[in-house]
C-alpha cells in the first residue's frame, strides 16, 4: 500500500458529500435535516469518536466532524449558539460530517462564547435525545499550518516515510516530502527533525539520513544542503533550536541508538550514549561546541524567545566519562532505567556569541523524573516540558506527562492535568499567540501517535486535549502512520515537494567548517545546584 494520507480517500464523510451532491443536482430536491418533532429526553451520555464533548476549540479549526457510537439507526446532531441552530444528520456509517462553510460560520460569530451540541438518536423505541455537551469556542485563533511526519511506529528501516503540511482551517493536506518517490533504487534515507524559526518558514530545515545525506536549510528562499563533521562530533547534528531572529541553529550532537523489548508496553527504548551542544552559524557555515563533557549528556536545546538564553536538558552521568564507545553502549542499555534529565539554562550574548555558565532550573532527578523536550511559551512566561519516569526519549514512555514551569510567577513546576492522559503524551509545539499545545499523545490504543490539541488559558491551566479533526472521522482509525514532530507556523512552506525531492536528491551536502576553538565547560557542580 502506497505511503499516501488517507484523509484523500472519497470514504465515509467524504463519500457521502459527493454523493449528496451528486443527487441535489440531479433531483434538485432534497429534505433538510431537522429535529424529531417527538423523542425521549436521556442523560445518556453521546459516545462519539473522536471525543469532542466538553473542549475548547479555535474559533477557525476546521469542522470537528465524528462517528457516532450509540446504538441506533441514524442520528441528527443540533448546534445551537446565541439564537443560531444548525442541524445535520448522520450518513449511512454513524458519521456526523458539518459544512464548512455552515461551520466556519457559526464558529466565527461565537469567539469567545459556548456552543451546545445535542444528538437525537432513532433507535428501536424510537427518538431518544442524549444528554447535551458543550463546544468552548476560545477567542485566540490556531495558526493555520501543522507540519508533521507519518511514520511506523517502531521501525529499524527508513522505509515509506514522509513529512506533510497540514492546514487546520480546513482538511488540505500538501507533501513536503516522501522517501518512497519512484525515482532510483535509493529510498533507504530517512527524512527527519523539521524546524522552523519563529512560527515561519522563510527559515526552516530538516535532515537527511543515510543515502542523500545532509541537512537541508532555507533561508530566504534560498535551500541548501550542509553536511556537519561527523568525525569531530559525537553523531553529527541533530535536534534543532532556530535562534528566534538570527540564522543560528543550536543543535545537540547525540550518539543514540534503539533497543526493542521482547515482551514490554513500552516496545522501544532509544539510549543516549554521547551527547554534547553545538553552535552553527549558516551565514559563517561554521559549528562549534558549546558543551562538551563526558560525565554529562546535554539535549534537546531550545531558545527562549527573547534571543538571549537557552534552554536544555542534561543527565549527570559520570560513570560513562571513561568509558570506551563500546562501553558505553552496553552501559546505556543496562542502565536506561536509571538515566534521568534535568532542565538547564544558560545565558547568551548575542553581540558576541558567546554563553555564560550551565544552571540548573528544574532538578527534576532528584524527583526520581526525568524531563524532555523544552519549549519555552512565545511570551516569556511558560516553560513547556515532558517528564516521565526515566530517559530522554519519551514517546513510547508510558509514564510521560506534559508539565509546565512558570518562568516568571511563583507556579513553579506544575503538570497539565486536563490535557494529559494514562498513555504517553510527548513532543509539543506552541502556537505563535501562546494559547494553544499541539502534541503527540498514544491515548487512543497506545500504539499509535495521534496529534492533539489543548486550549492554554492565560492563567497557565490547560483544556481538555481533543484530536486533530479529519473530514473522515476513521481516517484515524485506518491511517496504519504515527503522527510525529508536530510543528505549528503561521504560514505554508513556500517549497513545492518537486523543488525539496530535486535539492534532497541531486544536490550535494557542502561540509561546514568546525571551529576547534576551546569549547566551554560544563563543571559538574553546575549540574549539583539548588534551582534558580
Not at 311 to 325: E, G, I, K, Q, R
Not at 339 to 365: A, E, W
Request: hydrophobic share 35%; net charge neutral.
Amino acid at each position: 500500500m502506497k505511503n499516501k494520507n488517507v484523509i484523500l480517500r472519497p470514504s465515509g464523510c467524504i463519500l457521502a458529500g459527493i454523493l449528496l451532491s451528486v443527487l441535489l443536482s440531479v433531483t434538485a430536491c432534497h429534505s433538510k435535516p431537522a429535529v424529531p418533532d417527538t423523542f425521549q429526553k436521556t442523560e445518556k451520555k453521546p459516545l462519539i469518536f473522536p471525543d469532542y464533548t466538553d473542549i475548547t476549540c479555535p474559533w477557525n479549526i476546521a469542522p470537528l466532524n465524528f462517528k457516532v457510537m450509540n446504538a441506533g439507526k441514524r442520528c441528527v446532531a443540533e448546534i445551537q449558539g446565541r439564537g443560531t441552530s444548525y442541524v445535520v444528520e448522520s450518513d449511512g456509517e454513524g458519521n456526523i460530517c458539518f459544512d464548512s462553510g455552515e461551520w466556519r460560520k457559526i464558529l466565527e460569530t461565537h469567539k469567545g462564547q459556548s456552543l451546545t451540541v445535542t444528538l437525537y438518536i432513532d433507535g428501536k423505541q424510537g427518538w431518544r435525545r442524549l444528554h447535551p455537551y458543550t463546544l468552548q469556542v476560545a477567542p485566540e485563533p490556531i495558526d493555520s499550518f501543522l507540519t508533521y511526519r507519518l511514520i511506523e511506529p517502531g521501525y529499524v528501516a527508513f522505509r515509506r516515510m514522509g513529512i506533510y503540511q497540514r492546514n487546520l482551517t480546513d482538511f488540505d493536506v500538501k507533501t513536503l516530502y516522501e522517501n518512497n518517490a519512484q525515482y532510483d533504487d535509493k529510498q533507504n534515507h530517512c527524512v527527519n527533525c523539521h524546524n522552523y524559526q519563529n512560527y515561519g518558514t522563510k527559515r526552516m530545515m530538516l535532515h537527511v539520513r543515510a543515502n542523500y545525506a545532509g541537512t537541508m536549510v532555507a533561508d530566504g528562499g534560498r535551500l541548501e544542503k550542509v553536511g556537519f563533521p561527523k568525525d569531530s562530533l559525537p553523531g553529527g547534528a541533530v535536534y534543532p533550536a532556530w535562534h528566534p531572529t538570527r540564522p543560528w541553529i543550536m543543535f545537540s550532537s547525540n550518539r543514540t541508538g534503539q533497543s526493542f523489548h521482547i515482551n514490554h508496553p513500552e516496545k522501544v527504548e532509544v539510549e543516549d550514549m554521547a551527547s554534547d551542544l553545538i553552535f552553527y552559524d549558516h551565514e559563517k557555515k561554521t559549528v562549534r561546541y558549546i558543551l562538551h563533557t563526558d560525565s554529562v549528556l546535554e539535549t534537546f536545546p531550545h531558545w527562549h524567545p527573547g534571543g538571549r538564553r537557552l534552554f536544555y536538558t542534561a543527565a549527570y552521568v559520570p560513570d560513562m566519562a571513561a568509558l570506551s564507545p563500546e562501553d558505553k553502549e552496553a552501559y546505556a542499555i543496562e542502565h536506561y532505567k536509571d538515566l534521568r534529565y534535568d532542565i538547564m539554562y544558560m545565558d547568551f550574548d548575542p553581540d558576541t556569541q558567546t554563553f555564560g555558565p550551565p544552571h540548573k532550573l528544574v532538578d527534576c532527578s532528584a524527583r526520581g523524573k526525568s524531563a524532555s523536550e523544552v519549549r519555552v511559551s512565545p511570551d516569556g512566561r511558560y516553560l513547556l516540558y515532558t517528564l516521565a519516569d526515566y530517559g530522554q526519549f519519551h514517546i513510547w514512555h508510558q509514564s510521560v506527562d506534559l508539565w509546565a514551569f512558570d518562568l516568571q510567577g511563583d507556579k513553579g513546576a506544575f503538570p497539565l492535568q486536563e490535557a494529559n492522559s494514562p498513555e504517553a503524551d510527548s513532543y509539543h509545539s506552541w502556537s505563535s499567540n501562546g494559547r494553544w499545545i499541539a502534541f503527540s499523545s498514544r491515548r487512543d490504543d497506545g500504539n499509535y501517535t495521534r496529534v492533539y490539541i489543548t486550549y492554554f488559558d492565560r492563567n497557565g491551566r490547560a483544556r481538555k486535549a481533543f484530536m486533530l479533526p479529519q473530514a473522515d472521522p476513521g481516517d484515524n482509525i485506518l491511517l496504519l502512520k504515527s503522527y510525529n514532530v508536530p510543528e505549528l507556523t503561521r504560514e505554508p512552506v513556500g517549497f513545492s515537494r518537486e523543488i525539496l525531492e530535486k535539492a534532497v536528491r541531486e544536490t550535494q551536502a557542502e561540509t561546514v567548517r568546525f571551529e576547534s576553538q576551546r569549547p566551554q565547560k560544563a563543571e559538574s557542580s553546575a549540574h549539583h545546584s539548588h534551582p534558580s
